[in-house]
């Protein structure tokens, strides 16, 4: 799934690698790679092509450096497929997506119906940018690789989801509702993790913490 550009070099074939955006409205020009390492290029209505590719080159650094880590990321993630006994790594995602669609639905039910949300729909996604997102509708996506993580680490990205039905940002309203579901949660479903955490909990940072062991997992 990850297609990578064989080589980006500055001596002249840039152009051909870069996919130039233009936006109205924007005032900079920005640079940036993307999930499947393709390098994009987006430019204000008065800067010229050929200023856009210069400054694109002048980065070419930094360009390897991203694409070098998302490469060794993609590695990893064959590598994974390849010990859970899978030949590909769509094959991989095609199991945990068939997974995710049997238990995250469900347990999202489970716990909306405890704490008291109602979402709309649910969706499953394959996407690297987010674990989930909650729209303005209460449309609630959740990211297939929820499955491959701890399930106090799935239910912590369930709630949080949740929580954006009552509190549309990251406020402190958002943050203190998140806390003392993660607290009660951690205390009725894994009593066996209250120990580790009673720390956090007594921080009130419980979500944080869990928010921290997340950002460690690498998404296939
Ligand atoms: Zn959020």
Redesign the pocket.
């Known amino acids: 799934m990850c297609e990578f550009f064989n080589n980006f070099s500055t001596n002249g074939d840039v152009e051909d690698k870069i996919t130039v955006v233009r936006k109205r409205g924007v005032r900079r020009i920005s640079l940036r790679v993307d999930a499947a390492g393709q390098i994009i290029l987006t430019l204000p209505w008065f800067v010229t092509t050929a200023r856009g590719l210069a400054f694109a080159a002048g980065k070419a650094e930094w360009i390897e450096a991203v694409r070098t880590r998302i490469r060794a990321a993609a590695k990893q993630q064959q590598q994974e497929a390849a010990a859970a006994g899978y030949d590909s790594l769509d094959s991989y995602v095609e199991v945990l997506r068939a997974r995710a669609k049997r238990q995250l639905p469900a347990r999202l039910a489970e716990l909306a119906g405890r704490y008291g949300f109602q979402p709309s729909q649910v969706r499953i996604k394959h996407n690297r940018s987010n674990w ?3 729209s303005a509708r209460g449309n609630i996506n959740l990211n297939l690789n929820l499955v491959r993580v701890a399930p106090h680490l799935r239910d912590y990205v369930l709630l ?2 949740l ?2 039905l009552r509190h549309a940002n ?1 406020g402190p309203a ?1 943050h203190s509702l998140l806390e003392s579901l993660c607290e009660d949660l951690c205390r009725r479903d894994y009593p066996h993790l209250a120990g580790n955490y009673a720390r956090r909990m007594q921080e009130g940072a419980l979500h944080l913490q869990w928010r921290r062991e997340l950002k460690n997992v690498k998404f296939v």
């Open positions: 989930g997102s909650c949080h989801e929580c954006h990251h958002f």
